[in-house]
C-alpha cells in the first residue's frame, strides 16, 4: 500500500505500527516489482530490441513504485548536493521542485541502469531483475536498524516513514533479500554481499556525517545506489569468472 500503487482492499486502512511491521516485507515488495519488470521484459523482448525491451521493463517499474525511489534518489542529489547544513539539507529534500543536482543524478541513474542491464545475456535479465530489486531493499532496512530517524513527519512529502521495529522484523528482511540469491552461482553470492556491505557503510558514514541520521529520501536514494551497485558486481565478477 505504501511501497507500490498495486491496489489494495479500502478496509486495509493505515496505522503508523502497521507501517513499521510491513518495513519485514520491504525486500519481498522488491521481489514483486522485479517480477512485474522480468515479465514486462519478457513480454517486450518479443517484440522489440534488448534496449528498448529493458527500457518498457525500467519505465513499468516507474510506474508500479509510483517513481517512489527515482523521486527520493533525486531528492537527495539536490539536498546533499546543494546543501551546506543539515538544515539546509533537509530544507531542499522537502521542497517539490527538482534541481540540477537533482536532474543530472537522475538521468545518470536511468542511463546507468539501462546500460548495465544491457550488458547481460538476455535470457539472464528477468531473473537478475529480481535478485536486484530484492537485495537492494536490504540495505535500507538495516539503515533503519543503525541509524535514527531525522525528519519531520508532519512536514515530510513522503509521509509516514518506517521507523525502527523488532530484530525479528531485520531477520525477516533479510531472509526474503537473501531468498533470490540461491537462484545463481554460489560463487558470485560473496562478492555481492561484500559490495553491498561497503555501500551500505559507505552511505551511512556519509550521512551521519551530514545531517547525523536517515529520512525516507535518504532510504529511497540507499535502494537505488544499491540496485545499481549490484548490476557492476554481477558484471564485473560474471567476466572475471
Known amino acids: 500500500m505504501f511501497y507500490t500503487r498495486i491496489p489494495v482492499p479500502?478496509?486495509?486502512?493505515?496505522?503508523?505500527?502497521?507501517?513499521?511491521?510491513?518495513?519485514?516485507?520491504?525486500?519481498?515488495?522488491?521481489?514483486?516489482?522485479?517480477?512485474?519488470?522480468?515479465?514486462?521484459?519478457?513480454?517486450?523482448?518479443?517484440?522489440?530490441?534488448?534496449?528498448?525491451?529493458i527500457l518498457i521493463s525500467i519505465v513499468t517499474m516507474i510506474l508500479l513504485t509510483g517513481a517512489f525511489h527515482e523521486d527520493a534518489f533525486a531528492d537527495f542529489c539536490d539536498g546533499y548536493g546543494g546543501g551546506y547544513s543539515?538544515?539546509?539539507?533537509?530544507?531542499?529534500?522537502?521542497?517539490?521542485?527538482?534541481?540540477?543536482?537533482?536532474?543530472?543524478?537522475?538521468?545518470?541513474?536511468?542511463?546507468?541502469?539501462?546500460?548495465?542491464?544491457?550488458?547481460?545475456?538476455?535470457?539472464q535479465i528477468p531473473l537478475i531483475l529480481i535478485i536486484a530489486h530484492a537485495l537492494s531493499r536490504v540495505n535500507p532496512v538495516i539503515l533503519i536498524f543503525t541509524s535514527k530517524y531525522i525528519g519531520d513527519e508532519n512536514t515530510s512529502k513522503s509521509k509516514p516513514i518506517g521507523q525502527k521495529s523488532s530484530t525479528t522484523t531485520l531477520i525477516i528482511a533479510l531472509l526474503f533479500g537473501m531468498l533470490p540469491l540461491v537462484l545463481i552461482s554460489p560463487l558470485i553470492i560473496p562478492f555481492l554481499i561484500?559490495?553491498?556491505?561497503?555501500?551500505?557503510?559507505?552511505?551511512?558514514?556519509?550521512?551521519?556525517?551530514?545531517?547525523?541520521?536517515?529520512?525516507?529520501?535518504?532510504?529511497?536514494?540507499?535502494?537505488?545506489?544499491?540496485?545499481?551497485?549490484?548490476?557492476?558486481?554481477?558484471?564485473?565478477v560474471s567476466q572475471l569468472r
Open 10 to 53: 479500502k478496509s486495509t486502512g493505515f496505522s503508523p505500527e502497521n507501517l513499521n511491521k510491513a518495513t519485514k516485507y520491504f525486500p519481498l515488495v522488491g521481489i514483486i516489482v522485479g517480477g512485474v519488470g522480468a515479465m514486462s521484459f519478457l513480454a517486450a523482448y518479443q517484440l522489440f530490441s534488448v534496449y528498448i525491451a
Open 86 to 123: 543539515k538544515e539546509k539539507i533537509l530544507a531542499i529534500m522537502k521542497d517539490s521542485l527538482i534541481g540540477t543536482y537533482g536532474t543530472v543524478g537522475l538521468i545518470l541513474l536511468l542511463l546507468a541502469k539501462l546500460l548495465l542491464i544491457a550488458e547481460f545475456n538476455p535470457s
Open 194 to 236: 561484500f559490495v553491498q556491505a561497503i555501500i551500505f557503510i559507505y552511505f551511512r558514514h556519509f550521512i551521519q556525517k551530514q545531517t547525523g541520521g536517515y529520512t525516507g529520501d535518504v532510504l529511497g536514494a540507499l535502494q537505488q545506489l544499491s540496485e545499481v551497485g549490484f548490476y557492476l558486481t554481477y558484471l564485473i
